[in-house]
């Protein structure tokens, strides 16, 4: 394993205090209580969370697993996917695909996750990446994939995050409207794609119709009523 070169990091970003451990675990809950601009990073996760009590897979060493504190903004989800996915992009050339509200998608496969959490007046952001994974559980080995898979090659971390932390701030400070319509251009899941949906009450299918004023994804189903999806497990349909 080759750890993070927290040193760099923290030269980099001089005003920020990065609490770094080699093992933890959630740094979601390692952030909670810290201040607005504070990043937790770790090696490895122990008990590194997701969406709907869905534990991260977080091997030792592989890839990014960090948490940010930081101010309440709107769509806030959509925009820290839109700075995963820029970030992405800067470190790496790959382009990711968002799959509302939270995944990035390579190859039809997961990459990165999002979740964020309100803590008072802040939000603590956790930000999942898979980097130099070769190998997954087999409950996901379907599901998942990596940057180093996907490149064909072994990716320095810190490139991520030296691209990640500078593109959070700068999107989350945009206005929701550009961050809803870059959100839409960048995403094959916002309009126009067949997907199922689960909800409390049950799976719906039908085609994504765009997002609405707040982000929430419209899905038209088959007898042309639509459904606002708040929050649900979207994947793509079936063929």
Same mark, same amino acid.
């Given at each position: 394993? %080759? ?14 205090? %990065? ?10 809950? *390692? ?23 869905? &534990? ?16 309440? *903004? ?9 700075? &995963? ?21 390579? @190859? ?5 996750? %999002?979740?964020? !959490? #309100? =803590? ?8 999942? %990446?898979?980097?130099?994974? &070769? ?31 500078? @593109?959070?701030?700068?999107?989350? =400070? !945009? ?8 959100? &839409? !251009? ?49 994947? #793509?349909?079936?063929?």
């Amino acid at each position: 394993m %080759i750890p993070l070169d927290i040193d760099r990091l923290r030269r980099a970003f001089p005003g920020r205090t %990065i609490d770094y451990h080699e093992v933890i675990d959630s740094t979601m809950r *390692a952030a909670a209580g810290r201040r607005v601009g504070d990043v937790v990073l770790a090696e490895e996760q122990t008990a590194g969370q997701g969406r709907h009590g869905h &534990t991260w897979h977080s091997a030792a060493g592989d890839g990014i697993y960090c948490s940010l504190v930081l101010r309440q *903004a709107p769509v806030l989800t959509l925009a820290l996917g839109l700075a &995963t996915h820029t970030a992405i992009f800067e470190a790496t050339g790959l382009v990711c695909d968002l799959r509302w509200p939270n995944d990035l998608m390579l @190859a039809g496969k997961k990459v990165a996750g %999002i979740l964020v !959490q #309100a =803590a008072g007046a802040s939000a603590i952001a956790g930000i999942g %990446i898979n980097v130099n994974h &070769t190998w997954f559980p087999d409950e996901v080995a379907s599901l998942a994939t990596s940057l180093r898979l996907q490149a064909g090659r072994p990716l320095p971390r810190e490139e991520v995050l030296l691209a990640l932390l500078p @593109a959070v701030e700068n999107i989350v =400070a !945009q206005d929701r409207q550009a961050i809803l319509q870059a959100f &839409t !251009q960048l995403s094959s899941y916002a309009s126009g794609r067949r997907v199922q949906v689960d909800l409390p009450e049950g799976m719906i299918e039908g085609t994504t119709a765009g997002l609405d004023p707040a982000g929430f994804l419209k899905v038209r189903k088959d007898d042309g009523t639509d459904t606002l999806i708040v929050a649900g497990g979207v994947r #793509a349909a079936r063929s």
